[in-house]
């Protein structure tokens, strides 16, 4: 087994320790992240009806023209970390549960949340 196949195996197995204790409702969803090598995606998921209420990504044509050449990944994050509560709000949803995905509260992960938050979103 190689050091990706192994990096890929610890990250599924924090992702469903971190999934076992967090649930989405309607009132207050789970916020999920997926972060890939050039990209970031975010959700909010109702759990109990098992559908996506909001998304926001780094590929959405309203988001992308709004990001530049000059932009780095964390400062893309806080873009779509800004733009996932302005829409959570504009469906009033003030709160939600965090779900970092297994991923380190670190780097991209954190200026989104951050950036969420400064917006207006309760995490």
């Known amino acids: ?34 972060r890939s090598l050039n990209n970031i995606f975010v959700q909010l998921v109702d759990d109990t009806n098992g559908n996506v209420l909001i998304s926001a990504s780094t590929i959405d044509k309203e988001i992308k023209s709004k990001i530049t050449e000059k932009m780095t990944k964390i400062d893309q994050s806080k873009l779509i970390g800004k733009v996932i509560a302005e829409r959570a709000i504009a469906k009033n949803i003030k709160e939600a549960i965090f779900d970092r995905n297994g991923y380190i509260y670190h780097g991209r992960v954190k200026a989104l949340a951050d950036a ?6 309760k995490l």
Do not use: C, Q, V
């Not at 969420?116 to 979103?121: N, P, V």
């Open 1 to 34: 087994m190689n050091r990706f196949e192994l990096k890929k195996i610890r990250r599924a197995r924090r992702k469903m320790s971190i999934r076992k204790d967090i649930y989405g409702t309607t009132e207050k969803p789970r916020l999920s992240i997926f």
């Open 116 to 121: 969420a938050r400064e917006s207006g979103l």
